[in-house]
């Protein structure tokens, strides 16, 4: 695997080496992460990954500064699943200057959910997985489906702009309680991880709920959000959606997506189902 820490010397490195399937990431991989890597194989004959921990996207307070750097774990990692090129930038090749040129997603999308409790989060989440398009130039990319609210906004903005790059969702990847893998699970204690997949399983139930012919979202919301609350979670939502753009669904309406974020204690944990 070759690594690279500036736009040059990857764009030398990529000049003519043919469909470029991607995977970005802000590093501190874990399962799920490698999911991702091992089927870009299967979309592009050159697999490219970055790490850049992406301080556009946090808010005052948020866990930038702790957020871990485990860049040789990492590295390992990538070369195992056959990743052939790594973008490792720092701040300074990133933003050479300030970004005042930025992508705002409209905010029926961005300031709902995630948005609502993470008010700017994604217009630093497309400001920069722009401008690594503009720096990988890939023909497909990889974003996992735990984050579905990113997916989807990622997903319309690229068609929005008419950029030829393939997106391919990938799924969910859970530890066999079914908490589904996520570098902020490093946070939890002991007794918050036997507790963690609880998120997952007031999910479950709402679609099992929805499947079974059961139209009252409201009320199979607010039955989870008990649930958790009565087990000392801070839930910020757990919502029905359409899955296409996040709205309020109608009660007839098909392809829908349950969405939860709920904090254990200082450790915030989000996680979705489709129907």
């Given at each position: 695997?070759?690594?690279h820490?500036?736009?040059?010397g990857l764009r ?5 080496a ?5 995977v ?5 991989l874990?399962?799920?992460h490698?999911?991702l890597m091992?089927?870009?194989r ?27 750097r ?7 990692k ?9 973008f ?6 990133m ?20 948005g ?25 990319a990889?974003f996992?489906?735990?984050d ?15 950029l ?7 799924e969910?990847?859970?530890?066999p309680?079914?908490l ?9 204690t ?8 609880r998120?997952?399983r007031a999910?479950s139930?709402?679609?099992?709920g ?5 139209r009252?979202?409201?009320?199979l919301?607010a ?10 979670w801070?839930?910020d939502y ?8 996040l709205?309020?669904?109608?009660a ?6 349950v969405?939860?974020?709920?904090r254990?204690?200082s450790t ?5 189902l489709?129907?």
């Open positions: 695997m070759q690594i820490h500036t736009i040059s030398a490195a990529l000049r003519g043919g469909r470029v399937a991607f970005p990431t802000m590093g501190n874990h399962e799920g490698v999911a091992r089927q870009a299967g979309h592009g004959n050159v697999v490219a990954a970055s790490i850049f921990v992406n301080r556009l996207q946090f808010r005052p307070g948020e866990d930038f500064e702790k957020y871990p485990t860049f040789e774990a990492d590295c390992a990538l070369s195992e699943a056959g990743v052939d090129h790594l490792a930038p720092d701040e300074g090749e933003y050479p200057e300030v970004q005042t040129y930025a992508v705002e997603p409209p905010p029926d999308q961005a300031g709902v959910l995630d609502e409790f993470r008010p700017g989060h994604f217009r630093g989440v497309a400001t920069v997985v722009m401008k690594l398009f503009a720096v990988v130039q890939p023909q497909a990889l996992g489906k735990k579905f609210q990113q997916l989807m906004i990622i997903r319309n903005m690229v068609r929005q702009f008419a030829p790059i393939e997106i391919v969702p990938g969910t990847v859970r530890a309680d079914g589904a893998l996520s570098s902020r699970n490093g946070y939890l002991a007794a918050q991880r036997a507790e963690a997949p998120l997952y999910i139930r709402i679609v099992s929805i499947r079974a012919g059961n009252d979202f409201a009320a919301e039955e989870a959000l008990a649930d958790l609350r009565a087990h000392d801070s839930p757990i919502a029905v959606r359409n899955s296409l753009d709205q309020l669904p109608a007839h309406e098909s392809g829908l997506v969405l939860g974020a709920a254990l204690e915030r944990l989000i996680d979705n489709e129907v």
